[in-house]
């Protein structure tokens, strides 16, 4: 299983071709559509060939005493099932991967939930889910001989792709749109050493610009749309089924941007369930901001057949992304497993970001989408008390600090988003108090908040 023997496959039309036959913007010449790495090989293999169950896990879990560099990786831990590397020896880490699952007790108990988790990619070392995909596609551009790289972003994208960059002795390039990004983000692609473009227009429009530009150049595109971007995010699932020791929760519930996380999740426990590892897949859904919901639409106008974009608008700035280009992939996951696509507003999202905060864990607002959809998916009776959920937070909480802050200044929400929810909101904020400098005076500003 070690064999570099993988394919790219259309999701499209399912021509199929080798990895350097792909176009510059990885869209299928035939159809247009998007490719994802394949390896044929696995389900051909019988008997004695195929991997044996109990023999990879034990290595996985060996391999994190090990002081090999490669094995210190979340994700090249698990590099029988990610044979896209001619040599692992080519592969850049920066120690991505074997991020926390938390327990989450006091929004478990507010929802009656017994088992409810949080797997934090945002404790990756850029501070995003991205840098698991990002180890794995900037390998393959080391590996294949370029010396430029290049994104759209909305932030994370930039942050990882410009550190793995720099780690690997690559030039990065970051097409962003202008005054529509979080500066905790943008400060990290600039100190990875990013030349960073703010572009007059969305995000969209940032790709289509990009897109003509590695049609041009010899640089080699980093967006969700490489497949090898996937590979590396479909890790997590490995890491989660690890976690619960083989078994997998019944529900995961994935916030909904470009889509790429929610498509790379399924495939990676569809891959263990075929080659299996595990017995089941759980249900996995989606949850986009009510501002940025073009999946949520297509659900209700054509249960995920056919897709619209839309002019996306919320402040969790990492899916404010209006014409998501893994649209089908993630619906096809929502289909395969069972879940839901659902949508959650403004106040939901500020709302579920504080309760997150109140477990002491810190998650960029995007990331409190799942906790928020989970709400609802509960209220209406599509989660059951005794399941077990986990809920995948995609970033730090460092990465919008200005969104925190507003919110506990309460200048985050207007009048109107927070009207019926004034108790609540006030029940979570915590703005600094001046006071005199005096125990007495800070004992009575206390007072309000003690009990």
Known sequence: ???????????????????PEAQPDFRCAVCGDLFEVDYPGWGQRQGNDRPNPGALKWLWRERRCSSEELDHSGVWRFRELLPILDSFGDAVTLREGNTPLYALPRAGKALGIDQLFA?????????????????????????????????????????????????????????IPEGKIAWGKLSQAMDYGAITCQLKTDFDGCVRVLTQIVREEPIYLLNSVNPYRLEGQKTPAFEIAEAFEWTVPDHLIVPGGNLANSSALGKGFRELHELGLVARVPRITVVQAEGANPLVRSFLANQGTAMEPVEAHTRATAIRIGNPASWRKAARVIHDTGGWCLDVNETEIALAKAEIGSEGLGCEPASAVTLAGLKKLRAKGLVASGETVVLLLTGHTLKDADYTIDFHRGTLLTGQEAAGHEVEIESHRRDAVAVDATPAAVLAAMKGRMG
């Not at 299983?1 to 990895?19: E, K, P, T, V």
């Not at 995909?133 to 994370?156: D, H, I, P, Q, Y």
């Open 119 to 175: 797997k934090h990619q945002g404790m990756n070392p850029t501070g995003s889910f991205k840098d698991t995909g990002m180890t794995a596609a900037l390998s393959v551009a080391r590996e294949r001989g370029f010396k430029w790289v290049a994104c759209a972003s909305t932030g994370n994208t930039s942050a990882a792709m410009a550190a793995y960059a720099a780690r690997a002795g690559l030039r990065s390039l970051v097409l």
């Open 1 to 19: 299983m070690n064999d570099n023997l993988h394919q790219l496959r259309c999701f499209g039309c399912g021509a199929r071709i080798s990895g």
